[in-house]
């Protein structure tokens, strides 16, 4: 199978695996913590090249669970209001507290569905009309997180 065609396979793998290409979630949180691919490696536990490879799909999965791990921490600090705030002592903490975890993996703590389950977060706090607003109000600067919302105020 020629280059091209194992990337676009991988790519889609990571889709069905992890939700979207992890290179967008990877880049995400580079801009996030402000650190370069390279730090953002070492506190994953994972090196720099394997990084890269999976970022660009040239390899499909994060085969350490506690890298996984690792990531997920580091997606949900971003949504806690001291590393929000974007405050220089608060990013750099919350990377050490990632980079010194030794997270064990386990069914009851790795979602396999995040989306979902802030879908249902969502629904227990919130009107779908409530929803279906502050998506509105979040579309030009904030679009996934509009589209979050708009899916969570969506009647079952």
């Known amino acids: 199978m020629e280059d091209h065609k194992i990337v676009q396979r991988n790519i889609a793998l990571q889709r069905e695996w992890y939700g979207e290409p992890l290179g967008d979630r990877v880049r995400r949180l580079v ?4 650190v370069s691919q390279a730090n953002l490696a070492d506190v994953l536990g994972i090196s720099a090249p394997m990084l890269s490879q999976v970022m660009s799909g040239r390899r499909a999965k994060i085969g350490n669970p506690a890298v996984l791990a690792r990531l997920i921490m580091l997606e949900r600090k971003v949504l806690t209001p001291e590393v929000a705030s974007g405050r220089r002592e ?11 975890s030794k997270p064990s993996v386990t069914r009851d703590n790795l979602p396999v569905d995040i989306g979902r389950s802030a879908i249902m977060a969502l629904r227990r706090i919130a009107s779908p009309d409530d929803l279906t607003e502050a998506a509105g109000m979040l579309d030009d600067r904030f679009p996934e997180l509009a589209d979050l919302l708009r899916r969570a105020g969506k009647r079952a």
């Open 31 to 34: 801009v996030a913590f402000d």
């Open 90 to 100: 608060a990013l750099q903490r919350a990377l050490e507290d990632v980079r010194n």
